[in-house]
């Protein structure tokens, strides 16, 4: 079975420092009953649509206006109700302005903070020792009991099919496929997954259970062949972001040890 990476994060943060930061402008825009609307809310406005890939021409400008126009009127007629004074709606302005200082604050560290080649290099080395030389094709047989695991290797023996067999896993990914994983590194599968795909021959199968969070597997080996890394200059930005990611993730970690919280 495959490890889960922290995807979620990971998005999370490539959201915050992908998006431009805006040179704040002194002026105003335009001006809905009395409220001014600033040249910096315009030119944020403008920016979000350019790192979408929208080019900045004048009818774009133009439809900003408009809505941030619409935008203003609407927000008025919610006060005049009193709607801002509401607990809920109140929480989720607080919430939103918290969102923007924390996007500042991580495009901030990030620019003061830039991941050097060096950790680049680095990264990429150990991504390279994790992967080994070799991957394996493999397929599995995932159950709940070790007991079931255990007949399912008797009947391997007495010469049932693998594939067969496998209907009976509670993997949905491979069970419709013969309980096929494809080809892949060991490092992406857990520890005593890993370590039994490597500790078998071309065409055998393990014959005692391999325990994991997941359950019990009997995995079989189909064949390996070398492991070719991709290029270092193919995955280098994936590499900057994790290793961005890993640098505010021990921020956090650092901040909130020196916090006080009650």
Same mark, same amino acid.
Not at 13 to 28: D, E, F, N, Q
Not at 80 to 91: E, N, P, S, Y
């Given at each position: 079975m495959h490890n889960l990476s922290k995807l979620a994060s990971a998005l999370l943060?490539? !959201?915050?420092?992908?998006?431009?930061? &805006?040179?704040?402008?002194?002026? /105003?825009l335009v001006t809905v009953n009395g409220v001014a609307i600033s040249d910096s809310v315009g030119n944020a406005f403008l920016a979000e649509q350019e790192a979408q890939g929208t080019a900045a021409t004048p009818e774009l400008k133009n439809a900003i206006k408009e809505e941030l126009i619409r935008r203003e009127l609407l927000a008025q007629e919610a006060?005049?109700?009193?709607?801002?004074?509401?607990?809920?709606?109140?929480?989720? +302005?607080?919430l939103a302005r918290q969102a923007i200082f924390i996007r500042a604050f991580i495009q901030d560290y990030i620019k003061k903070h830039p991941i050097s080649d060096a950790q680049l290099q680095a990264a990429y080395d150990r991504v390279k020792t994790q992967m080994g030389g070799t991957e394996y094709k493999v397929r599995h047989i995932l159950v709940e009991q070790e007991a079931d695991a255990k007949q399912i290797i008797v009947n391997l023996n007495k010469g049932d099919k693998f594939e067969t067999l496998a209907t009976q896993s509670k993997d949905p990914g491979s069970r419709e496929k013969g309980g096929d994983l494809g080809w892949s590194s060991p490092a992406n599968y857990?520890?005593?997954?890993?370590? +039994?795909?490597?500790?078998? !021959?071309?065409?055998?199968?393990?014959?005692?259970? &391999?325990? /994991?969070?997941f359950g019990y597997h009997v995995i079989l080996l189909e064949d390996s062949r070398p492991l070719t890394p991709p290029p270092f200059d193919q995955i280098k930005q994936q590499l900057a972001q994790r290793l961005q990611q890993e640098q505010i993730q021990k921020l956090v970690i650092d901040l909130r040890a020196k916090a006080k919280i009650q």
């Open positions: 943060l490539g !959201a915050m420092i992908s998006l431009p930061a &805006v040179a704040a402008k002194s002026g /105003t006060k005049k109700m009193g709607l801002d004074k509401q607990a809920d709606v109140a929480a989720q +302005a607080d857990v520890k005593p997954f890993g370590e +039994a795909v490597t500790g078998l !021959a071309k065409g055998k199968f393990t014959e005692t259970p &391999v325990k /994991t969070d």
